[in-house]
């Protein structure tokens, strides 16, 4: 079982910056891979980046260069650092976990965390 608690987004203006993180409450985070996935109206939710348990990462093409995630293992933590924010960008943002070591897959979600980018 995985909780996870997301901090809270915002209103960025275009070009802005704006970091997320989440912390997942498990004793198994060194087996997690964490990532973020966003959902704006209208559309399909879809996968933003990714970060594995020895920290190798995949990002979406359309975030390349400006998104950043990361992974404290410490803290139990993800982040994703957002630089040169579009208004394409404004979405609901979830943070999402499954353990890498089930033989099916189970994820799970964040309670979401709003992203508006606008003028």
């Known amino acids: 079982q995985v909780q996870l608690v997301e901090s809270r987004g915002g209103l960025v203006q275009p070009g802005g910056s704006l970091r997320l993180s989440c912390k997942a409450l498990?004793?198994?985070?060194?087996?997690?891979?964490m990532g973020w996935y966003r959902q704006a109206p209208g559309k399909l939710r879809e996968e933003v980046a990714i970060?594995?348990?020895?920290?190798?990462?995949r990002y979406t093409d359309s975030v390349k260069g400006r998104f950043t995630i990361s992974r404290d293992n410490s803290r139990s933590t993800v982040y994703l650092q957002m630089n040169s924010l579009k208004p394409d960008d404004t979405a609901v943002y979830y943070c999402?976990?499954?353990?890498?070591?089930?033989?099916?897959?189970?994820?799970?979600w964040g309670q979401g965390t709003q992203v508006t980018v606008s003028s």
């Open positions: 970060v594995t348990p020895g920290s190798s990462t």
């Open positions: 999402n976990a499954y353990d890498i070591r089930a033989k099916e897959r189970y994820d799970y």
């Open positions: 498990t004793s198994s985070f060194g087996f997690t891979v």
